[in-house]
């Protein structure tokens, strides 16, 4: 069935996002073969464990709902989005796709350190360098900017109910690992995390390790 012009961006976001939890899902795996352990996709934590209950059919909808839509004739109003110049979501999608790739330089900079989880019986390499020299969650703010640009995209009262979850799941998830990394790293993660901004760089210049 031809897409039309107006649906092409939903459809493109869906298929990004599509392509993004494919990837985690492979890193997932990946994970799993060289250490036994999941990299926290079902955290050990019960916290994290209940805060995935509401994040991940989040995540699924994310998928979801824009392909379905952009496929879809016919949808209920609470599906249907707000009027929007084409323009704009263009620019949205343009600035989503720069995203995922910054994403998948950020995954390969944490290499076998990368997690999306706590968990209190494992212990990996701090990472301080490359995007994590000027934010310490690169991975979570180009995620909130994603979901952002979706809702751009398709701002419907669904897409903005499924925003807020995942971004108020997001600035939790960060301020709860970085509890845990200052407990795991001491003195070395305090530093960093007073220097270098969360999600927003404080500086251009990036942070060096002493």
Known sequence: MPVSPDRIPPLIIGLVMLAYWARVIRLVLKAKRKTGRGAGFVPTEPLGRALR?????????????????ALSR?????FRPYPLP??????????????????????????????MGIDPNEKT??????????????????????????IVILPSPLMLIIGTIHITLIQWEASREEKYLVGLHGDAYARYRASVGRMIPRSLVPYQPA
């Open 74 to 78: 016919e949808l209920p109003a609470f």
């Open 86 to 115: 084409q323009g704009v979501a263009w620019g949205a999608t343009l600035v989503a796709l720069v995203a995922f790739g910054a994403t998948l330089v950020c995954w390969k900079k944490m290499g076998g350190s990368w997690r």
């Open 53 to 69: 209950l509401a994040w991940y059919p989040a995540v699924a909808l994310w998928i979801i709902y824009p392909i379905t839509y």
């Open 125 to 150: 390499r701090l990472i301080l360098t490359g995007p994590y020299a000027y934010v310490r969650h690169p991975i979570y703010a180009l995620s909130s900017l994603l979901m952002l640009m979706t």
